[in-house]
C-alpha cells in the first residue's frame, strides 16, 4: 500500500473536531456494519447504472473513490476493474484498520480532507464520490479538487435546500453530517461556471434517491482539456 498525507485540519467544517468525528464515525460503523453490508451494494449499483459510468470503464484507467468507507466503495462493492485504484478519506486510516474488506495492496490510500487532496493535475482517469462531499466539507471548494486531480468524475451528494424541514435542521445544526444548506439552483450555477470558464465538458442534474432527498449529480469530462 502506498500512503499519502496532507495535513488535516483540527475541526471538521466548523462544527465538530477531528477526533470527535473520527470515535463518532469508527463507531458507528461497528455498530452498523451487518445493516451497511447488505444495503449499499444496490445503492452504488443504481449509481453506476443510471450514469452509465460502467460504460466509461474498460478496466485499463486509474480509478479513484472519494469517502470509500471501510467497504471500499463503489470500487470493491462493486468490483470495479483498474489498472490503478486510489481511495481518498479523512479518516482512511481508521477505515482500512476496520478489516471488513481485504484491500488492494498495490492501491494508493490518501488520508486527506476533501478540500486539499495531495494528488497532482489529472492524476486518476475516473474518481467516484457518492454521498460524501457535504459532509461537513467545504462543497465548493470539494468540487473544486475532485475537478482538479480527474480527468472524469461522477460526484453525488445531498442538496436538500428545496424542503422546508430539512432547511430548518441545517439551520439549527442538528445533524452532524449533514448540516450545510446546499440549494441545488446555487450548486449547479457554481459548477457550471467552472466548466464554461476551464472549458470542461459539465452536466448537473437532480437525481432523488430518496423521496425528498434532492440530490447533485454533478459529472465533469475533462480529457483533452488539460495535460
Not at 18 to 39: A, C, I, K, P
Not at 62 to 88: D, N, Q, W, Y
Not at 105 to 110: A, F, I, P, S
Request: proline share 5%; glycine share 6%; with cysteine.
Amino acid at each position: 500500500m502506498e500512503w499519502i498525507a496532507a495535513p488535516l485540519s483540527e475541526r471538521r467544517g466548523s462544527i465538530e473536531m477531528y477526533q470527535d468525528f473520527r470515535q463518532r464515525n469508527v463507531h458507528w460503523w461497528r455498530l452498523n456494519r451487518r445493516g451497511e453490508s447488505r444495503t449499499r451494494r444496490p445503492y452504488y449499483e443504481r449509481f453506476l447504472d443510471q450514469l452509465h459510468i460502467r460504460a466509461f470503464l474498460d478496466g485499463s484507467q486509474s480509478l479513484a473513490e472519494v469517502g470509500p468507507g471501510p467497504f471500499g466503495g463503489m470500487i470493491e462493492v462493486c468490483s470495479l476493474r483498474a489498472a490503478h485504484k486510489t481511495f481518498v478519506d479523512y479518516i482512511l486510516p481508521d477505515l482500512v484498520d476496520l478489516h471488513f474488506i481485504h484491500w488492494p495492496e498495490e492501491g494508493t490510500y490518501v488520508h486527506a480532507g476533501v478540500e486539499n487532496i495531495p494528488l497532482p493535475d489529472n492524476a486518476v482517469d475516473i474518481l467516484l464520490s457518492y454521498n460524501c462531499l457535504d459532509h461537513g466539507w467545504n462543497v465548493y471548494a470539494a468540487l473544486l479538487e475532485c475537478i482538479r486531480i480527474s480527468r472524469h468524475c461522477f460526484l453525488a451528494f445531498d442538496c436538500r435546500g428545496d424542503d422546508p424541514h430539512e432547511v430548518q435542521n441545517r439551520q439549527a445544526q442538528r445533524d452532524l453530517d449533514h448540516f450545510q444548506l446546499l440549494p441545488f439552483p446555487e450548486v449547479e450555477r457554481f459548477v457550471q461556471e467552472v466548466g464554461d470558464l476551464r472549458g470542461y465538458q459539465v452536466d448537473v442534474q437532480p437525481w432523488y434517491i430518496h423521496k425528498t432527498w434532492a440530490t447533485a449529480v454533478v459529472v465533469v469530462h475533462k480529457e483533452g482539456k488539460e495535460s
